[in-house]
């Protein structure tokens, strides 16, 4: 069971778009801990789409954006393209077990 | 040009031994907080183990007594020692670098590597 938790799985066709959510609790992302966000194809390293809630490193499209209240956070993606089919997570700290978490994942298909 | 390459994956019986190891470059490699990750067949990712750049350590609960994390910073290098091994623990084992700071995330990841543990 992770500490995050991630819908398992979420789909969209193309040019639509989808919201990924992530819940937590008030000794992770409600104590005010940043929420970053991960796109991983099996097999490939993961990659940061989103770090610090809602920022995105170089090369990131801005059709990927992040977004953080209370104890949740959730990353939008528009526009969606057939190479975003991957998984997706989200990882915050967590003051009571004094380490990073990640979310259990979500895998996105593009229909 | 921050590199973390993972290698000493394998086929391993159940009960035995393996060690990782996460060659790092491009950064200093010294002030900064470094995991694993695994992800077995058909499963997410799972955070395996952590250790800060002073060289404290923290395990999932699934390798808490059968792993060991450590690094040497002379060498560069991240390491997991994985002893008793499980048919569960087969899985693909990324390392990772963290930002410096509480609570930052893990920047740049390896590729992994596989171990497999079967009979």
């Known amino acids: 069971q992770s500490v995050l938790t991630q819908p398992p799985s979420m789909s969209g066709a193309p040019g639509q778009s989808v919201t990924i959510t992530c819940a937590g609790s008030s000794s992770n992302i409600g104590a005010g801990f940043d929420v970053h966000w991960y796109q991983h194809l099996p097999g490939t390293a993961p990659k940061v789409l989103v770090f610090a809630n809602n920022n995105r490193p170089s090369g990131v499209p801005d059709r990927f954006s992040g977004s953080k209240s209370d104890t949740s956070a959730s990353l939008a993606i528009t526009g969606l393209q057939a190479e975003d089919e991957a998984d997706y997570y989200c990882q915050s700290f967590d003051s009571s077990l004094s380490r990073s978490v990640f979310g259990g994942g979500t895998k996105l298909t593009v229909l | 040009e921050v590199q973390l390459l993972e290698s000493g994956g394998g086929l391993v019986q159940p009960g035995g031994s393996l060690r990782l190891s996460c060659a790092a470059s491009?950064?200093?490699?010294?002030?900064?907080?470094m995991i694993w990750v695994r992800q077995a067949p058909g499963k997410g990712l799972e955070r395996v183990s952590g250790?800060?750049?002073?060289?404290?350590?923290n395990y999932a609960d699934s390798v808490k007594g059968r792993f060991t994390i450590s690094r040497d910073n002379s060498k560069n290098t991240l390491y997991l020692q994985m002893n008793s091994l499980t048919v569960e623990d087969t899985a693909v084992y990324y390392c990772?670098?963290?930002?410096?700071?509480?609570?930052?995330?893990?920047?740049?990841w390896g590729q992994g590597t596989l171990v497999t543990v079967s009979s």
């Open positions: 491009g950064f200093t490699f010294s002030k900064h907080a």
């Open positions: 250790i800060g750049s002073a060289g404290t350590t």
């Open positions: 990772a670098k963290k930002v410096e700071g509480k609570g930052k995330h893990f920047d740049y």
